[in-house]
């Protein structure tokens, strides 16, 4: 059974950094894209970033875009999201998430089967 498990949030101010781990088992790591989503309050899930297989060709949200960095390290079944000059908009929890088949890559949330249980993220102004 695949499971992620999200680390890192937490509360900081206007400007600074944070960043998040997911750590993967339950299935080959390597072969799967990694995606980053976060929920804002009231807001519906949305897409931040997401990483192919090999660990190149990074995806991001325009809103995110020169601010925050998705990596991943296949030896160690962990994707990263670092943020850095993180705004009052950017408090949500974010989610790591996985797709179903391999070697596939998409920004959708539905094309994601297998989520994290979240991690606060608030940054006061």
């Given at each position: 059974q695949v499971q992620l498990v999200e680390s890192g949030g937490g509360?900081?101010?206007?400007?600074g950094s944070l960043r998040l781990s997911c750590a993967a088992s339950?299935?080959?790591?390597s072969i799967?894209?990694?995606?980053w989503f976060r929920r804002a309050p009231g807001k519906e899930r949305e897409f931040v970033a997401r990483i192919n297989w090999i660990g190149d060709s990074p995806i991001y949200a325009d809103s995110v875009k020169g601010r925050f960095t998705i990596s991943?390290?296949?030896a160690k079944n962990t994707v990263y999201l670092q943020m850095n000059s993180l705004k009052?908009?950017?408090t949500?929890?974010?989610f790591c998430a996985a797709p179903a088949l391999a070697y596939s890559?998409?920004?959708?949330p539905s094309s994601y089967q297998y989520?994290?249980?979240?991690?606060?993220?608030?940054v006061s102004s």
């Open positions: 509360l900081v101010q206007a400007g339950g299935r080959t790591f799967y894209t990694m995606g991943r390290d296949n009052p908009e950017d949500a929890v974010y890559g998409s920004s959708s989520w994290g249980q979240g991690t606060q993220v608030t």
